[in-house]
């Protein structure tokens, strides 16, 4: 059974930073998609960044300010968060699909996370 587990959320100021580790076990994880999405309170879930074996992808609102990696020794996904606003703050959800496809719609992911809150204080 494949279980994502985030950690690294908070309450930070804005313009502060994050780092969002997500730890996969289960399931070999190279060659897998991995992102990560948010759900801020009375929205849809929405992709924020993903990675496969080749490229990363972005939302257009947080190009330049959050980057995602991912350590496959480790099978860890992390996500950088720089520049942080208020409108970044949600629920951040660890998302993952068999296969290297980019994934960018909540409904085409196979493993998610319980999620970990990140919130942004003006």
């Known amino acids: 059974q494949v279980q994502l587990v985030e950690s690294g959320g908070g309450l930070v100021q804005a313009g502060g930073s994050l780092r969002l580790s997500c730890a996969a076990s289960?399931?070999?994880?190279?060659?897998?998609?991995m992102g990560w999405f948010r759900q801020a309170p009375g929205k849809e879930r929405e992709f924020v960044a993903g990675?496969?074996?080749?490229?990363?992808r972005y939302a257009d609102s947080v190009k330049g300010r959050f980057t995602i990696s991912r350590d496959n020794a480790k099978m860890t996904v992390y996500l950088q968060m720089n520049s942080l606003k208020p409108d970044d703050t949600a629920v951040y959800y660890c998302a993952g699909r068999r296969g290297g496809s980019m994934v960018t719609i909540a409904g085409g992911v196979d493993f998610w996370g319980k999620g970990t809150q990140v919130t942004i204080s003006s």
């Open positions: 990675i496969n074996w080749s490229s990363t």
């Open positions: 289960g399931r070999t994880f190279s060659s897998d998609f």
